[in-house]
């Protein structure tokens, strides 16, 4: 029996996660989307939340493995980790993100980590500049770029460390050139 799909997208904001996330949704049969925005506790009392709610998503992966639906996930608690290095939270959570990625690693799907860039960074300032913003983090050039580079760089120490998930680097500068890549990847006929 084929594994199910488990796909996580991450990324700067400003990439298209969401775009992408909605596209594979409306193109991958029997799949569900997940948006997960963690929480803004910047605190220790924060990393507690945050803890908590990874474990128990982890438990509802590791329960749904022998279900038939593939699942996409528009950020995970690779962000949390993201987020901490860049000093945007007041603790470390390295220690906790490599016991879920451990976890992580071990479920039986066929796991990819999508990690979304923009060779071009002046298009961030395009795809910054709209009407609705999430109000945890500040839109700002300077953030994007410096997301950009932890998440390149996580997505190195995955492909170096963790064998069972595939790591994909996926230029978003022309969305039609990145769809023609997802499409040969899972094999979407979309015409």
């Known amino acids: 029996m084929e594994k199910m799909k488990l796909i996580v997208i991450e990324g700067p904001q400003g990439t298209g996660k969401t775009t992408l996330a909605n596209y594979l949704r409306e193109n991958i049969p029997s799949s569900n989307l997940y ?11 924060g990393k507690k939340l945050s803890i908590d ?5 982890m438990n509802y992966l590791e329960n749904m493995q022998n279900v038939p639906m593939h699942l996409i996930f ?5 962000t949390e980790e993201v987020y901490a290095r860049l000093g945007y939270k007041d603790y470390q959570f390295t220690d906790q993100y490599n016991k879920l990625l451990k976890r992580f690693n071990d479920l039986n799907y066929d ?5 979304l860039f923009l060779k ?22 300077e953030n994007s770029i410096s997301q950009q580079e932890e998440y390149l760089k996580l997505a190195n ?18 969305f039609k050139k990145s769809y023609a890549i997802i499409n040969k990847m899972f094999n979407i006929n979309n015409k």
Request: with cysteine.
């Open 120 to 141: 071009k960074t002046d298009l961030f300032i395009k795809r910054l500049d709209r009407e609705y913003h999430h109000n945890y983090q500040t839109f700002k050039l």
């Open 74 to 78: 528009d950020r995970t608690f690779f």
């Open 157 to 174: 120490e995955i492909e170096k460390d963790w064998k069972n998930i595939k790591v994909v680097r996926l230029e978003m500068d022309d």
């Open 111 to 115: 796991i990819y980590f999508i990690c």
């Open 53 to 57: 709610m990874y474990n128990y998503l």
């Open 35 to 45: 948006r997960l925005a963690g929480q803004k506790e910047k605190s220790l009392n």
